[in-house]
């Protein structure tokens, strides 16, 4: 059992900065990727930002040059720095992990609850 929990989503003011952090845990042997989804109301899930455990990281064209996505492999966690933040940066943002357990072996995909950004004046 794996479980990813969000924290950090709030109201901002365009071109305010929010920092998002999530945490997994659980029955981890390993962690490859860890990333950051976003669906804002009546659109699809997108793609933010995923950073593998080696290897570049990949943003989406949206928010490239304004946030950056960073973990702390010892804590299990990944972070997501929102900067000159965007009303059309308001969604559910959701992070996402693809983890391996320990017992039984098994690698699967796993999506934290979500947390609400919301950017307006």
């Known amino acids: 059992q794996v479980q990813l929990v969000e924290s950090g989503g709030g109201l901002v003011q365009p071109g305010g900065s929010l920092r998002l952090s999530c945490v997994a845990s659980g029955s981890i042997f390993s962690i490859n990727a860890m990333g950051w989804y976003r669906q804002a109301p009546g659109k699809e899930r997108e793609l933010v930002a995923v950073m593998p455990s080696g290897g570049s990281t990949n943003y989406a064209l949206s928010v490239k040059g304004r946030f950056t996505i960073s973990r702390d492999n010892a804590k299990n966690t990944v972070y997501l720095q929102m900067d000159s933040l965007k009303p059309e940066d308001t969604a559910v943002y959701y992070c996402?992990?693809?983890?391996?357990?320990?017992?039984?072996?098994?690698?699967?995909?796993?999506w934290g609850q979500g947390t609400q950004v919301t950017v307006s004046s």
């Open positions: 996402n992990a693809v983890v391996r357990t320990s017992w039984p072996s098994y690698t699967g995909i796993y």
